[in-house]
């Protein structure tokens, strides 16, 4: 397996190569799921009636889901200059795996919002609650680098294997890599996140100082801000994605020479 700079010199390498198809990607999948999934939860929270509600928000997820699989199968594709559909069916389930960490975040906010502090036993509740959250924290960042990260990647690629063969095998095959990953992504986001971060923190302490929020210093400031926000998700986001896929293909490839060394 190759260091972290050098996957993100292969990534930024491999951006360039494809600045177009990044951003046709890019802009293809943001203006999908903002119609799709905007239509389908405007149109069920405009009747006020909780079970449309409920199938609407239900079927957005669904939607949001299947959008994120086929935006991350993209860069794959991209890079291979290989574009081959998945069936519907094997796509969804994915999705819905890729989903998980969202479902269980849900189901944990909506627990802090039953439980009352001040009622007969809420103290212990909330602690109990504080060790959940923590304990759901380290399942969602487990799940991120050991199945969402690459697992569009392996049911793509295992076009006549189920999804949960698929996913047992993506488990099996980032099991000790997942740290690694996480380094390549830090190696990429590191600096644009500081910066990131600091401008945001600048922009608060403006509200905060300047009474005037009107004024032509504060405007150009914020413009300057929004600049910065959409080209990182313009250009790091593809970024991320090609690091990610030159990783998962190193890794592949060592795994199948090692299991061809043990035949």
């Not at 602690?127 to 923590?134: N, P, Q, R």
């Not at 080209?231 to 690091?243: M, R």
Request: hydrophobic residues 55%; proline residues 2%.
């Amino acid at each position: 397996m190759k260091t972290s700079s050098e996957y993100r010199a292969l990534a930024w390498k491999e951006f360039r190569s494809h600045v177009g198809g990044s951003f046709a990607i890019l802009f293809k999948y943001f203006l999908l799921g903002l119609l799709l999934v905007g239509i389908v939860y405007a149109a069920c929270f405009a009747t006020k009636q909780i079970p449309l509600i409920v199938l609407g928000s239900l079927i957005g997820i669904c939607l949001a889901g299947v959008i994120n699989y086929h935006f991350i199968v993209d860069f794959l594709s991209l890079k291979r200059n290989q574009f081959t559909k998945d069936r519907f069916w094997k796509v969804l389930l994915c999705a819905l795996f890729l989903l998980i960490p969202n479902v269980f975040a849900l189901l944990n906010n909506l627990l802090w919002g039953i439980v009352k502090p001040e009622t007969a036993g809420g103290a212990l509740l909330v602690i109990f609650l504080i060790f959940v959250t923590i304990g759901l924290l380290w399942f969602v960042i487990w799940w991120q680098y050991a199945v969402n990260a690459t697992l569009p990647y392996m049911v793509h690629d295992n076009k006549e294997t189920s999804v949960w063969e698929s996913l047992l095998k993506n488990i099996r095959l980032m099991n000790g890599y997942k740290f690694a990953l996480f380094c390549v992504e830090l190696k990429i986001c590191v600096w644009p996140l500081v910066i990131l971060f600091v401008l945001m923190i600048s922009a608060l302490l403006l509200v905060w100082g300047i009474k005037d929020l009107s004024s032509g210093g504060y405007a150009a400031f914020l413009i300057v801000l929004i600049v910065f926000e959409i080209l990182f998700f313009s250009l790091i986001v593809p970024v991320v994605q090609f690091a990610r896929v030159h990783f998962y293909e190193d890794l592949r490839a060592e795994q199948q020479a090692q299991e061809e060394t043990e035949a």
